[in-house]
């Protein structure tokens, strides 16, 4: 962290290290936190199609939390990407020893939510650098992940591949990608940001279609066509409506 950076954290408000602290919570130990228990019992698809779901509940909210309203045309974008969603995975068959992993994905949801509502505010008002926001929040939702793992599931053992994965997921699916991601909400609002994170949808079946050889049937190319069109209307919509 700059010189300039260590300025800004010796002159937070004790205001701001709260709101950073229930950011780091939120969006790192309970929203990262239930999707890994998910993952537990869930296939990843399940997973993922679930938190297509958090662009709702960011919508609903995001006037009162943030005055920031959602138009009727991006209500039309949000809908449209969320059912194409439903399409794709039809038809969705969940066993009932995998309840336990619904809750928990459903609590990752709204965690989820209400961390993109939070970032924003943070990300508009605090004044501070996308890498400042992000270190403070992670560091403090990282370690208190860490603690609740350690404590329930132990460290195990780890050869040097796993190691190498997680020192992957650290630096790339962590460090880089939430700093990105608190560097959009400084422009975007967090209905928008939230939209986007539903592209990981035809990113991921892209991927597994590359690298694993799963071929797509034309009910879900369809529905990852629909996705792109919902996510494509949101964000031309800001443009016109700014």
Not at 166 to 189: E, G, R
Request: aromatic share 10%; no cysteine.
């Amino acid at each position: 962290m700059k010189s300039t950076h260590r300025q800004l954290v010796k002159n937070l408000s004790k205001s701001t290290w709260l709101q950073l602290i229930l950011l780091g919570m939120v969006f790192y130990t309970f929203t990262q936190g239930a999707q890994f228990i998910g993952l537990a019992f869930l296939p990843a698809a399940t997973v993922t199609h679930l938190l297509n779901f958090s662009p709702i509940f960011v919508a609903i909210t995001s006037g009162i939390v943030n005055k920031e309203g959602t138009t009727f045309t991006q209500w039309m974008g949000i809908l449209l990407s969320v059912a194409s969603a439903i399409i794709y995975f039809l038809p969705l068959s969940i066993p009932a020893n995998q309840i336990i992993g619904l809750v928990a994905v459903f609590v990752g949801v709204l965690a989820n939510a209400s961390s993109s509502l939070l970032g924003r505010k943070i990300n508009t008002q605090s004044g501070l650098p996308a890498i400042v926001i992000t270190t403070i929040s992670m560091g403090i939702g990282g370690v208190l992940l860490l603690i609740a793992g350690a404590t329930t599931q132990g460290f195990g053992q780890l050869d040097w591949l796993q190691w190498l994965i997680i020192v992957w997921l650290a630096v790339v699916n962590t460090a880089i990608a939430f700093t990105l991601w608190n560097k959009s909400l400084q422009s975007l609002t967090a209905v928008e940001s939230s939209i986007i994170n539903n592209t990981m949808l035809p990113q991921i079946a892209i991927l597994a279609w590359v690298f694993l050889d799963e071929a797509l049937i034309l009910r879900q190319i369809i529905g990852l066509g629909l996705v792109t069109i919902g996510i494509v209307i949101v964000q031309v919509w800001r443009g016109k409506k700014r």
